[in-house]
């Protein structure tokens, strides 16, 4: 019979060929045989089959084990994505299979080279050999032609077909982590240039892509069954949680491990003489294989089988590669991921941490080196003497701003991985790593996100909008930004439930292994409640990037969907499930290169204009107004450190630190301005300390913004119309004076009394 659905993969082919040339020569290939019948007869630990259609033959390593005695036939089913297409008969006494007619009990070492006839050929399509990823297999089943089983099925084998096309091309890894660095690259550059505007929406941008990346990458570190395709897709995307091959740091973690009282998996060394089964099912295979051992030791006696059987359920929940029964490997899940990325298992959390610890010391050198090229360049007049003199002045800030971003980076996979080395124990060392970088990451982050929370509501206290010291603090931006730039300011506690989203995706992920279907059902629970949240709140900074996360969000949604049908819980048949693999790879293949080169045009754009922050949006939080650069306050804080030095004070003049505790939540001339009661001088006589709640030096009665109009002032951040609040008028002021005070406040009165630095000299007295 034809291969009746060629003609729709020959569309499908033609998008494949975008991402996936054709190179090299043409084959079909399978590198291992696995059982999928009870009480199998024929099994097979090594099984390596190559036909070249050049050459018309096919090339065949086999060494099986059989427990079949006589003349046989083979019953043969070609498959591709569930569809039958291909069934034949084959008897081996006809076809110069010498050594399976008839066939005999033992240990078969099979190696010869077997003709393929060109009917069968013609019954290939072109298709097959192009197509990257494709999922074909061939079935066997062995039925019995003489004796007391004749006619009866006495083993079934089963064989992955590929064509040594695939999706998972180095190239997709390059561009995918090239295009995301420079994007955060350029974001930290052009921030140093004082475009906040535009450096916020690339820097939230590339943020959220590549959170999408590492979504990618999880579905490929679950234990559910995947189609070649999603396989090799999931695969291109491994980068971001570390998993990077370099073959000299693989044999210092194989040497770490063994030094710390560990055992290495020498996976890849025994591929010579036996096979592994990269699975689409978690632990199917394997139990099948456990079966027939436990069945084979039901004859032994009870001394021997008991601690046998405690010993196989041992090594199934531990750690450690799963050998069958016939000497051949199975790999699933995470191993999976490793043994597809060439990485013995045992080394693959090694290989994520210190990828992490190297992301770090990289940016940490990059920063000082650029720290002292610009000083350099100043003092060499190579650029002019206020480039980038904010990141100068405080650049040591900034570095720790920036670490805590590539902290929140590297999460996702230090909790895989930090979580899955606790179930598989590589060795004590290892694990005291991994506690001490899961904990010590967690707690830094979330110590980092009470203390946005804490300052955002201590400026709501102060200011009625939280935006006030979260933007108007370099200190405070610099070090804790990443935590809220991407959000809108009402919105600085959704950091608190991305970290539980990442923390639970990461637990099912690590700890639900053995249970494809059970981490299914996780993440489409975690995704749409991710997908409710992003839609209902919208808590990103405009409306163009919550359309963005929101459209990640319902991919990751689809995907989960998918996840769940690939577990076949709904029985569906074949050939839906291998659709369902084509479809997921295909959409996420165009929505990653349209948001890639998003991203990049945006990018790019930003250095070619004049005033990249024009191209953008202001936030609606008025977060610019705030905005203010360090050198503006040069004056400001001289004169503040004079007027300390004046007053006598022995603390002297402490600087600009918003973002602390009530010491340093303002500065002191601003503190001490709340403190004065109406009408006491200036000079300190008759100062009255109280106990009521820190108030805002701003004045009520005057408009908070230069653009807003004075005769329709609106209600404060959190209070609702018709509640406290006075549409005929201004509210009262509370430094005294007449009611409504606006008399008074002249822009010259403003400017001598107005005790907040971010408002003198900032368009607040016009």
């Not at 066939?103 to 060109?118: E, Q, S």
């Not at 394997?286 to 090594?315: C, F, W």
């Not at 996979?413 to 970088?437: G, K, N, P, R, Y």
Request: net charge neutral; proline share 5%; hydrophobic share 45%.
């Amino acid at each position: 019979m034809r291969f009746s659905i060629t003609r729709p993969l020959a569309a499908l082919a033609s998008i494949a060929a975008l991402v996936s040339p054709v190179f090299g020569e043409q084959k079909l290939a399978s590198q291992a045989l696995k059982t999928c019948q009870a009480n199998s007869g024929f099994s097979a630990s090594l099984f390596n089959v190559q036909y070249l259609p050049e050459s018309g033959r096919a090339n065949v390593d086999i060494v099986a084990v059989s427990t079949i005695q006589g003349k046989i036939i083979f019953d043969v089913a070609i498959s591709a994505y569930g569809y039958q297409i291909i069934t034949a008969t084959v008897d081996p006494c006809n076809s110069g299979l010498l050594g399976l007619c008839p066939m005999t009990a033992g240990k078969i070492p099979l190696n010869f080279t077997l003709p393929v006839d060109k009917d069968a050929v013609a019954q290939i399509p072109s298709i097959a050999y192009n197509f990257p990823d494709i999922d074909a297999k061939v079935r066997v089943r062995i039925n019995m032609t003489d004796g007391d089983d004749a006619g009866k099925s006495v083993a079934c084998v089963e064989a992955e077909i590929t064509n040594g096309k695939t999706v998972d091309l180095a190239g997709v890894k390059w561009a995918t982590a090239i295009v995301a660095a420079f994007a955060l690259t350029s974001s930290a550059f052009v921030s140093g240039l004082g475009h906040h505007n535009a450096a916020s929406h690339v820097a939230a941008n590339a943020l959220s892509l590549f959170g999408y990346f590492q979504a990618q990458a999880m579905l490929g570190l679950t234990g559910v069954p995947l189609p070649p395709a999603v396989m090799g897709w999931t695969q291109d995307f491994q980068w971001s949680m570390g998993i990077i091959k370099v073959n000299f740091m693989q044999n210092i973690f194989t040497w770490y491990q063994r030094a710390t009282g560990g055992t290495p998996s020498m996976l890849f060394d025994s591929l010579a003489t036996v096979s592994v089964q990269v699975q689409k099912r978690a632990l199917d295979v394997a139990d099948l294989g456990v079966g027939l051992a436990r069945r084979s030791m039901a004859y032994m006696p009870k001394t021997i089988s008991e601690p046998m059987d405690q010993a196989m359920n041992h090594a199934l929940l531990k750690r450690g590669n799963i050998q069958t029964d016939t000497g051949s490997y199975v790999v699933y899940g995470i191993q999976r991921a490793a043994f597809r990325a060439s990485i013995e298992s045992t080394n693959l959390f090694m290989t994520s941490l210190v990828f992490f610890c190297v992301l770090v010391v990289i940016t940490i050198i990059c920063v000082a080196g650029w720290k002292g090229y610009c000083e350099v360049a100043a003092q060499k007049g190579w650029m002019k003497h206020d480039t980038f003199l904010d990141f100068r002045n405080g650049w040591f800030t900034v570095l720790k701003g920036i670490l805590f971003r590539i902290t929140l980076i590297g999460f996702p996979a230090m909790t895989v991985m930090c979580m899955w080395e606790f179930t598989q124990i590589d060795s004590t060392a290892e694990v005291v790593l991994a506690i001490f970088f899961f904990l010590g990451m967690l707690v830094t982050l979330g110590w980092a996100a009470f203390k946005v929370i804490r300052i955002a509501r201590r400026s709501v206290v102060m200011h009625q909008n939280p935006a006030f010291i979260l933007y108007s603090d370099p200190q405070a931006l610099n070090k804790w930004g990443f935590l809220y730039v991407q959000f809108r300011a009402s919105a600085y506690y959704f950091i608190v439930p991305t970290l539980g989203y990442t923390v639970a995706k990461g637990m099912f992920v690590a700890f639900g292994q053995n249970n494809g279907t059970a981490q299914a059902v996780g993440f489409l629970i975690i995704e749409a409640a991710a997908l409710i949240a992003a839609t209902v709140m919208r808590p990103w900074m405009d409306r163009k990037t919550n359309w963005f996360n929101i459209a990640i969000c319902i991919m990751n949604f689809i995907n989960a969907i998918f996840l769940l049908m690939f577990t076949e819980v709904f029985n569906q048949p074949p050939l839906v499930t291998g659709v369902i693999g084509l479809i997921l790879w295909i959409s996420n293949s165009i929505f990653s290169l349209v948001y890639l080169l998003m991203l990049i045009c945006s990018t790019i754009f930003v250095f070619f204009r004049e005033n990249p922050d024009s191209r953008y949006q202001y936030m609606a939080d008025d977060r610019t107004s705030f905005m203010k650069s360090q050198t503006h306050l040069t004056t400001t804080t001289e004169l503040d450190a004079l007027a300390a030095t004046a007053r006598g004070d022995k603390s002297g003049f402490k600087g600009l630190d918003l973002d602390d505790d009530a010491e340093s939540m303002s500065s002191d001339s601003l503190r001490r301005q709340t403190e004065l009661q109406p009408g006491m001088p200036a000079g300190g006589a008759g100062l009255h300390f109280t106990n009521a709640p820190p108030r805002s030096p701003v004045d009520p009665a005057m408009p908070l913004f230069p653009s807003e109009s004075r005769n329709t002032p609106g209600p404060q951040y959190g209070e609702k119309p018709g509640v406290n609040f006075d549409h005929r008028g201004p509210s009262p002021s509370p430094y005294g004076g007449p009611q409504g005070g606006n008399a008074s406040l002249t822009p010259q009165y403003r400017a001598l009394n107005n005790a907040s630095p971010w408002q003198r000299g900032a368009g607040y007295e016009h």
